[in-house]
């Protein structure tokens, strides 16, 4: 499968400089998605799907276009890269728009990321069935499952390949597959309110993923947890943020750090590097070498070798993710234009330890809405969770807001776990804040 | 559109303009032998503006979207589009934040109708309630909001975004009434919810493109005029918040939590609006938010912006619309004491 997409690349661009075109990139990708969804015990959706497509940049005469299409037939292709190479002649130059510095290709790491199941196809529907099965039987099979009102799984895999390859040296072929089970569950609370929670794994291998009844349990308890919810006082208050919900803080820090933000002066961290933006447990690196990474790369998007660097240390900030594009009108060296992978200082301690030494506060469970301001670095997210009280998990709490500012929030991180969340490429481990305006009543 | 805002003050220093223009066509073709047509055209003009006065800088922009083609784009619009995107930025020179907690929110004509789209518009989706998992399963024909509280979902209103001649399962789209004086009315259907409930289908059932399968969504979501006038509702508000402009909004179906995040806004003392807040997200729960409008003026607008609803992984293009409305109580996501 890959070799045609390397040949249908290769011709994309040979017909691209054929037509004219000073320079050419080509990525054509192929994955086969298959999804079952179960709801209330009853087959409610089956998808499966096979995409094709080609990326295509061309550079004519020093103008540039980014073109797509998914006809990939020989007869197609000529006319599309003709017609392509036709248009960008319409566009107003730009000289910031070259191929990579063929040097930044160079130096790939000689590692096997693992990145495909080689079982792939052995997950047959049979065994999605059963897995489906067995995330709804485990979720009723929770205490206090008469509560639950409904239950929703799903399980589904991807098998996705892609080849790249740049008119001034650049060649690569990868693939790589993903499992996933969800879990949703829907709780009568007997106030009226019908409370949801879900749980969720994904792997690269088939193998690593838990096992279903696990996370079919996990909803469950998460929706159950929900019952009873109600709103807290508003305060400055300890906030830990639970490891699958700090990507949402996490995401809003990274923005900004893209050289496009920077550029268009919508970054609250221009002109930070070097500089102390967060305490000294915000020490973060980008590692594309993960084996078995949901991130993990061996080259990025424009085929520069991925490195690891840090991005973070002890609070300094050291790095911005930089494309070639942006890069070059910034005179920035270009680093990688997006996230593969964080690895983050790893506290000593796990939650149920870093909510006893908090003693009291908030425990966030999952944002709701709400936004964060790239520019200024404002922001006001909605948040449920549970109190804490005493260094215990206490009642749930709903319906609430946390608000302030990036540069002050991550002063205020005085601890993480050392749990990092496996089931996305950020990692997030827990993180506890200090001083958090809270809002609710 | 571009030199125009890049003039529009010295302290302008980005720009970004967007314009999409789309002619769509859709084809519905059943093995009853129906076959059904609609032409879908859809125009959106977008503007941002980035200013920057004694190293600080701000963001904040308008856009325009209607059912129609470029000659939506006359003089007076793109006048508008050039002045409201920056007196939206400029404003944010002058804002804070409004303080934390709960107090009374005057929500402004216009898209303010995210307050509906979030707090009932969801949850009034037929397949949530089908399944039992939306707050509202077992409320219709109750009264749920004051009997001045009547809500549509429109799919006829002229131009609008969210307009559809028929959905596509083909039914015609109509006018479909959400609340009727207080009291909830119905569901929005598609063919399988309405078979479900044995009712006519409403024209709701929508999908992003032939990859994804139709599910009840939204079109127009508006409240209808009420007896209130907007000065009135200004007055009567001791401490608060007035809410012009929106980003985003989320809801969970079940619990019934709803958020929605004002990017644009005024304080309320005494009556007055007297000083301009920003990006602050105010968090409620649909029952008790819609229990709790006391006030509505008869100033309805329909928002002419680009709003995209998202259900599922599917996007469609959507319209809301508000009156001046108050809602006596809702948690202001600010900072600092009420």
């Known amino acids: 499968m890959n070799g045609s997409l390397l040949e249908v690349a290769r011709e994309a661009v040979r017909l691209a400089l054929r037509h004219g075109a ?112 067995d995330l709804e039987a485990a979720a009723r099979a929770v205490p206090g499952a008469d509560r639950i009102v409904s239950v929703s799984a799903s399980v589904s895999d991807t098998s996705a390949g892609r080849a790249l390859v740049a008119s001034n040296g650049f060649e690569g072929v990868r693939s790589g597959t993903d499992y996933s089970l969800s879990a949703e569950v829907s709780a009568r609370d007997p106030d009226g309110r019908r409370p949801e929670d879900w749980d969720a794994a994904s792997a690269r291998f088939h193998s690593d993923l838990p096992a279903p009844s696990a996370i079919g349990r996990g909803a469950a308890v998460r929706a159950l947890s929900r019952i009873g919810s109600r709103k807290g006082e508003s305060a400055l208050s300890t906030v830990a943020v639970d490891n699958r919900a700090a990507g949402r803080l996490v995401g809003a820090l990274f923005a900004p750090l893209a050289a496009s933000a920077l550029q268009q002066k919508r970054s609250f961290l221009e002109g930070r590097a070097g500089a102390e933006v967060g305490s000294e447990w915000l020490e973060v690196r980008d590692d594309p070498f993960v084996v078995r990474g949901l991130g993990s790369r061996l080259w990025d998007g424009e085929g520069l070798a991925a490195r690891r660097f840090p991005v973070f240390e002890r609070g300094v900030l050291r790095n911005f993710y930089v494309d070639c594009y942006y890069g070059r009108k910034l005179g920035m060296a270009p680093t990688t234009a997006r996230i593969s992978n964080l690895a983050w200082r790893r506290g000593t301690r796990g939650q149920e330890a870093l909510l006893a030494a908090m003693g009291d506060g908030i425990l966030v469970t999952g944002f709701l809405g709400g936004n964060s301001n790239g520019t200024t670095g404002d922001f006001s997210l909605g948040v449920q969770g549970f109190r804490v009280r005493g260094g215990r998990v206490a009642e749930p709490v709903g319906e609430m807001n946390v608000s302030g500012n990036h540069l002050e929030l991550w002063r205020r991180l005085v601890a993480v776990g050392d749990d990092p969340y496996p089931y996305s490429a950020t990692a997030t481990p827990t993180l506890v804040f200090e001083g958090v305006q809270l809002a609710g009543l | 559109m571009n030199a125009r805002l890049l003039a529009a003050d010295p302290s302008v220093r980005k720009v970004n303009v ?278 509505v003026s008869n100033d309805l607008a329909i928002d002419e912006g680009g709003w995209t609803c998202g259900k599922d992984g599917q996007s469609v293009p959507v319209s809301q619309g508000l009156p001046t409305v108050r809602v006596s109580s809702m948690t202001v996501g600010g900072r600092g004491p009420a």
Request: charged share 25%; net charge negative; proline share 5%.
């Open chain 1, 22 to 133: 000073r320079e050419a990139a080509a990525a054509v990708s192929r994955a086969r998605h298959v999804e079952l969804a179960y709801r209330d015990g009853k087959l409610e959706r089956v998808t499966e799907a096979t995409t094709r497509g080609l990326g295509l940049d061309l550079y004519v005469e020093g103008r540039y276009s980014s073109l797509s299409t998914s006809d990939l037939r020989p007869e197609a292709l000529d006319r599309f890269v003709a017609d392509g190479v036709a248009m960008t002649r319409t566009l107003a130059p730009d000289p910031h728009r070259r191929l990579p510095d063929p040097e930044l290709y160079r130096g790939q790491a000689a590692l096997d990321l693992e990145l495909a199941d080689p079982d792939y196809g052995s997950v047959d529907a049979g065994a999605r069935r059963r897995a489906a099965e």
């Open chain 2, 18 to 295: 967007y314009l999409h223009d789309e002619s769509g066509a859709v084809l519905v073709a059943d093995s009853t032998g129906r076959v059904v047509e609609d032409l879908q055209p859809m125009t959106l003009l977008a503007a941002s503006v980035l200013a920057e006065r004694g190293g600080r800088r701000e963001q904040n922009g308008y856009n325009v979207a209607a059912r129609a083609g470029l000659e939506l784009f006359t003089p007076e619009l793109l006048d508008r589009l050039v002045r409201r995107a920056w007196e939206r930025t400029a404003v944010l020179f002058e804002a804070g934040q409004p303080p934390a907690g709960e107090m009374p929110v005057v929500l402004a004509a216009g898209s303010s109708g995210i307050l509906l789209h979030e707090a009932i518009g969801h949850g009034m989706e037929a397949d949530f309630n089908r399944k039992g998992v939306s707050i509202y399963a077992d409320k219709m024909g109750k009264a749920i909001a004051a009997p001045f509280v009547s809500i549509v979902d429109d799919g006829t209103a002229p131009g609008a975004r969210g307009s559809i001649h028929v959905d596509d399962e083909g039914n015609a789209a109509g006018r479909t009434v959400l609340v009727e004086n207080g009291v909830l009315a119905s569901y929005l259907h598609d063919a399988i919810s309405a078979r479900h409930y044995g009712v006519a289908p409403t024209g709701n059932g929508r999908r992003e493109s032939y990859r994804y399968p139709p599910l009840p969504r939204m079109r127009s979501t508006y409240m209808l005029p009420g007896p209130h006038e907007r000065e009135e509702i200004i007055r009567s508000v001791k401490r608060g918040v007035y809410c012009e402009t929106f980003s985003n909004g989320q809801v969970q179906i079940g619990a019934g939590d709803f958020t929605f995040f004002v990017k644009n806004g005024w304080l309320i003392e005494d009556g007055r609006l007297t000083r301009p807040i920003k990006d602050v997200n105010l968090i409620g729960n649909g029952p008790r938010t819609l229990e709790r409008i006391d006030m």
